[in-house]
């Protein structure tokens, strides 16, 4: 029920480079309190200073493996030997706060969310060209050759996915940031005000 859910989670997917953290930027910055992201899970040793449950739920590799036994996750990842997932209990905690949980997560995590009863709101963020996203990593400066082909592979696929009608609710046409922005914004805050008048209270 959707009262008893909390507001809805909000999956933001786009190639590498498109402007997904630039607009979840923007988007944290005007509304503090809204959102959310979910713990992640981990198989790692906690850092110095790190807390179970507030930085990462620290699991051991048994317990995890049989979590994503029994389907407990909504994706998962390895790397350098640990496994990292995101579940969809931590999802459902964000929702009890009364806060939008932001999923930014790649066509793997749609196509695996899509199976769960969480019930995202699906938004797409569609880069002009892939030209354009080489240029957006190059000037990031983050990539290595190496690291950059790969996500430019990478984005070919990840964008005829994002484009093909019924994947997601709403493509963002990422070309002006401050464009791209508003129409971010307005979406996603119409779709919360929806939600608010069906009676799902959403903290600001
Ligand atoms: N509309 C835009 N026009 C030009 N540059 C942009 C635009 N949006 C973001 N950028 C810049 O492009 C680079 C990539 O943006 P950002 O890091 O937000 O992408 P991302 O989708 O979060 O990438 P990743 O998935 O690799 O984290 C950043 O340097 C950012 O400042």
Same mark, same amino acid.
């Given at each position: ?7 809805? #989670? =909000? ?10 953290? $630039?607009? =979840? ?7 503090? *309190?809204?959102?959310? !992201? ?23 590799? #048994?317990?995890?493996?049989?979590? %994503? ?22 999802? /459902?905690?964000?929702? *009890?706060?009364?806060?939008?949980? %932001? =999923?930014?997560? &790649? ?17 797409? *963020?569609? #880069? ?8 957006? @990593?190059? @000037? ?10 790969? /996500? ?8 005829? +996915?994002?484009? $093909? #009608?019924?994947? !997601?609710?709403?493509?963002?046409? *990422? ?5 791209? +922005?508003? &129409? ?7 779709? @919360?005000?929806?939600? &608010? ?6 903290? +600001?």
């Amino acid at each position: 029920l959707a009262m008893s859910r909390g507001p809805r #989670p =909000l999956v933001l997917c786009g190639p590498s480079g498109s402007g997904k953290s $630039t607009l =979840l930027k923007r988007l944290f910055a005007e509304f503090p *309190n809204t959102f959310g !992201f979910s713990i992640s899970h981990t198989t790692r040793q906690p850092r110095e200073g790190e807390q179970d449950g507030v930085h990462y739920y620290f699991v051991t590799r #048994p317990d995890m493996e049989q979590a %994503i036994g029994n389907d407990e996750f909504i994706e998962t990842a390895e790397f350098s030997s640990n496994l990292y997932g995101t579940s969809k209990q931590a999802v /459902r905690e964000i929702q *009890n706060q009364g806060r939008v949980c %932001i =999923l930014d997560i &790649e066509q793997k995590g749609v196509e695996q969310i899509k199976k769960t009863d969480l019930n995202p709101i699906l938004i797409f *963020n569609n #880069p002009p060209t892939v030209a354009e996203l080489e240029r957006r @990593l190059r @000037l990031r400066g983050s990539e290595t050759e190496e690291t950059l082909r790969k /996500r430019l592979n990478a984005a070919e696929i990840e964008i005829s +996915y994002g484009l $093909t #009608p019924g994947n !997601f609710h709403k493509v963002i046409e *990422n070309v002006d940031i401050d464009v791209a +922005y508003r &129409e971010f914004r307005d979406f996603v805050v119409g779709e @919360l005000k929806k939600q &608010e008048a069906d009676g799902v209270r959403i903290i +600001y």
